[in-house]
């Protein structure tokens, strides 16, 4: 079965920063490209940002372009998000996401449950 | 870039009726790179439909896409208890980003 929990969230003042971490198992984790995703609460989805099988390709949403970097671990069947000059904007639910292939094209085959991060004086 | 554009907002329907749901692009996308999403409050979203039309691992019959160019829709045949959610489209491949639509909340009448 195929899981994939987040962790990291929190309640972060803006200007600060903030490393998410997602665990996976159930699949073979370095066969398959990984995403972020977020949802403001209320609001739908919006894609943040993807990542190749082998790290080689590394994409970005405009909104958040040079203030975070996605990283992977496949040695630890991991995926990490650090989020650095939060704003306000940025509060959110983030979902770590499971590509149907290799390469950061989508669909999204599996989503984990959430970590709410809140930027917040 | 394009946009995706969900119709309607709200869908009030009692169980047993049938959903159909609109996803409109802006501009003409490949049938391929269209998928539907199901998402109910404080559980990870699902993949639904990828393709356009064909249907994900243990999804449903009732459940289906179709459409192309700029206008694709899900319908969803005889609505249960557990279809009532938030449903949203995504354009894929379609670097450096995924764009979802806006979404379309499916509530009971």
């Known amino acids: 079965e195929v899981q994939l929990v987040e962790s990291g969230g929190g309640l972060v003042q803006p200007g600060r920063s903030l490393r998410l971490s997602c665990e996976a198992s159930?699949?073979?984790?370095?066969?398959?490209?990984m995403h972020w995703v977020r949802q403001i609460p209320g609001k739908g989805l919006e894609w943040v940002s993807g990542?190749?099988?082998?790290?080689?390709?590394?994409t970005y949403a405009d909104s958040v372009k040079g203030r975070f970097t996605i990283s992977r671990d496949n040695a630890k069947n991991s995926l990490y998000l650090q989020m650095n000059s939060l704003r306000v904007g940025d509060t959110a639910f983030y979902y770590c996401a499971k590509d149907k292939n290799l390469a950061t094209t989508g669909p999204i085959t599996y989503w984990g449950q959430g970590t709410l991060v809140t930027v917040s004086s | 870039e394009i946009v995706l554009t969900q119709s309607p907002g709200t869908l009030s329907l009692s169980p047993g009726e049938r959903a159909t749901l609109s996803c409109r692009a802006s501009?003409?996308?490949?049938?391929?790179?269209l998928a539907w999403y199901q998402h109910k409050p404080g559980q990870a979203p699902r993949l639904l439909i990828y393709g356009a039309s064909d249907r994900a691992t243990g999804i449903p019959r009732r459940f289906s896409g179709s459409g192309s160019g700029t206008d694709f829709t899900l319908t969803i045949s005889r609505l249960e208890p557990e279809d009532f959610a938030v449903y949203y489209c995504?354009?894929?491949?379609?670097?450096?980003?995924?764009?979802f639509g806006g979404g379309t909340k499916v509530e009971i009448k």
């Open positions: 990542i190749s099988w082998n790290s080689a390709t590394m």
């Open positions: 501009q003409s996308i490949s049938s391929s790179y």
């Open positions: 995504q354009h894929y491949d379609s670097s450096p980003s995924l764009i």
């Open positions: 159930g699949f073979r984790f370095d066969d398959y490209a």
